[in-house]
């Protein structure tokens, strides 16, 4: 069964692969699964077939045969349960694995958003520039126990698995910011990700969505 996920018909983002389904991608590039995108617009996410799949109207969703879902913690897990290369097939391997992927969304990526919401939403408010170095604080300091943990390794707990997968993912959020090269080692540690081929595919792939419906092109191309 093809699975088919959902991705945005006009990516915020501009195919930078910043929007979720770009994990989802990558971590079927991993496994060598084919799937076929359905692309939505803003309004179709808010309507009653999308809501149906994803309850809080966003993408990406995931569905398989008779199997709909939500949130990609849930979709990489998934995947990655479904198809070997994302765990390791030792039990406690795979169990450290599966808690990377809950840290880097549970307590790396909430100050990353807050990051990218404060700079985003909110700031034309008169308390924007002083609140701003706090945010910043906040991802320093996760970023700072991430790179003590990392250290010289090459992924989280020895071979790259879907840990590594969504921690690279919820990282590349902070490309743009400067704030990663601060932290050489994390900086390695997501282009090592960034450099997997089944990321290239995903990337690729995501930004084709872009560029194919041209929105990528300049204003004097033909
Ligand atoms: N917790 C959910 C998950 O992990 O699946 C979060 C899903 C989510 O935030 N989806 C976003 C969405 O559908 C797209 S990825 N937003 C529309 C809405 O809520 O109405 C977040 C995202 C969007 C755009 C950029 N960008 O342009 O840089 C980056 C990330």
């Known amino acids: 069964m093809i699975p088919i996920i959902t991705a945005f018909e006009q990516s915020p983002d501009r195919g930078q692969g910043l929007a979720r389904d770009t994990r989802v991608r990558w971590a079927l590039e ?29 993408i990406p969703t995931y569905e398989e045969g008779n199997l709909a879902l ?39 990526e909430p100050p ?29 300091n996760r970023l700072d126990q991430l790179s003590v943990r990392l250290g010289n390794a090459e992924w989280l707990d020895r071979a790259f698995s879907a840990g590594d997968l969504m921690m690279v993912s919820v990282l590349l959020r902070l490309k743009s910011s400067g704030i990663l090269d601060e932290f050489p080692n994390l900086a390695t540690y997501v282009t090592r990700g960034e450099g997997r081929p089944a990321y290239k595919r995903a990337f690729a792939a995501q930004l ?7 929105f990528g092109r300049g204003k004097c191309d033909a």
């Open 30 to 58: 991993e496994v060598g699964q084919p799937y076929e995108v359905r692309l939505v617009s803003f309004r179709a996410m808010k309507e009653s077939s999308h809501l149906g799949r994803h309850p809080f109207g966003q």
């Open 112 to 140: 990353i958003l807050e990051l990218a919401n404060a700079k985003l939403l909110e700031s034309d408010r008169s308390w924007s520039q002083e609140r701003l170095p706090l945010v910043e604080a906040r991802v320093r």
């Open 208 to 214: 084709a969505v872009f560029t194919d419906r041209g």
């Open 70 to 108: 939500f949130e990609t913690g849930a979709i990489v897990f998934h995947i990655a349960e479904c198809h070997a290369g994302l765990l390791p097939e030792d039990a406690n391997a795979r169990a450290r694995a599966i808690t990377w992927i809950f840290a880097a969304l549970n307590t790396v």
